[in-house]
């Protein structure tokens, strides 16, 4: 079997057509890592962001709580003078669990 110039030929450019389909493909691939590390930071920063909103709203939700708490214990403390004075200067009876 010989070889000839248009067998030679055809095998070139289908041996430079392959390689011109791996650069291509290498080039694709390349673009779709730039793509991916571009979208994972861009999800990583509103990640931190959304944390940082989390961590805001636990301290505000805290912070509220311990008002609510510093109110409730006054109001306690208010309602237990009421019944001492109540029970000193009238027939008031005190209730055990308060």
Request: aromatic share 6%; hydrophobic share 40%; glycine share 6%.
């Amino acid at each position: 079997m010989q070889i000839t110039l248009k067998d030679a030929l055809e095998f070139a450019i289908l041996i430079s057509g392959v390689i011109a389909v791996v650069v291509r493909i290498t080039r694709l691939e390349s673009k779709i890592h730039e793509r991916i590390t571009a979208v994972d930071n861009r999800l990583l920063l509103h990640i931190s962001e959304c944390n940082g909103d989390k961590e805001m709203v636990l301290y505000r939700i805290n912070g509220l709580n311990e008002k609510i708490d510093h109110k409730f214990g006054r109001l306690h403390s208010i309602q237990k003078d009421i019944q001492d004075f109540l029970a000193k200067t009238t027939s008031f009876i005190k209730r055990e669990g308060t």
